[in-house]
């Protein structure tokens, strides 16, 4: 069974650009929830969304949006990019409320 | 919204049993305490959770104080593969919905 896949791997975008960053769940997992842990420090709760709406959201401001597609899908877009938005983002699937299966990440730098 | 405290770093031998210890003195009835490790350059696994009684599985064991104020992950027999960082966690129910605070994490480092 295939885990939790996210990309790109790597993104480098500039200040001001906007970052699309795409996570595919687990096959028969219908929750998503994106986390930002950057560099040396902990993981932060960014965005949960389930059965294609969002559910709940951290403290983040609102340039950091997403969606659920019908497929269960995820896609994370980081408007107006700033330096202190590069981090490692990432992506897990659960079903329901149960365990949470992550993906390897996706590394976003900002220059 | 309920937090987490966990010392940062902790050092064990191999073959001996590690307790790690998390704090959450604000965390209210409804919260589940999961713990989930990182093994360098990987996502986080999920490790254990419990409510209030004394959860075991293969991988560890949880002990949850009676007030819930605290709680223990014990690895019973430390490897090098446990090396990582664990995140103890609460699962927050508020205005409807769920929420995942995360704590700072404790480096485990295993001696061989």
């Known amino acids: 069974e295939a885990g939790v896949t996210q990309s790109p791997t790597h993104l480098i975008k500039t200040r001001g650009q906007q970052a699309t960053l795409r996570c595919s769940p687990i096959s028969g997992h219908t929750s998503v929830y994106w986390y930002q842990q950057a560099l040396g420090l902990g993981l932060q709760f960014l965005l949960w969304y389930d059965e294609g709406e969002e559910r709940n959201r951290g403290n983040f401001p609102p340039r950091f949006s997403g969606r659920q597609f019908p497929n269960y899908s995820s896609e994370l877009n980081v408007n107006a990019l700033e330096l202190e938005d590069s981090a490692l983002y990432l992506c897990a699937s659960s079903w329901g409320q149960g365990e949470q299966f992550f993906g390897p990440g996706t590394r976003l730098t900002v220059l | 919204d309920a937090k987490t405290t966990q010392p940062n770093s902790m050092e064990s031998n191999e073959e001996e049993p590690v307790h790690l210890p998390c704090n959450h003195s604000t965390i209210s009835g409804t919260d589940y305490i999961h713990w989930y490790r990182q093994l360098p350059s990987q996502g986080p696994e999920y490790v254990i959770h419990g409510l209030t009684s004394n959860v075991n599985n293969r991988m560890a064991s949880l002990a949850i104080a009676e007030d819930r104020k605290s709680s223990t992950l014990i690895l019973h027999r430390a490897t090098l593969r446990d090396a990582a960082v664990y995140y103890c966690?609460?699962?927050?129910w508020g205005s409807g919905t769920y929420k995942y605070i995360f704590g700072t994490g404790t480096r485990l480092k295993v001696l061989a």
């Open positions: 966690i609460l699962r927050e």
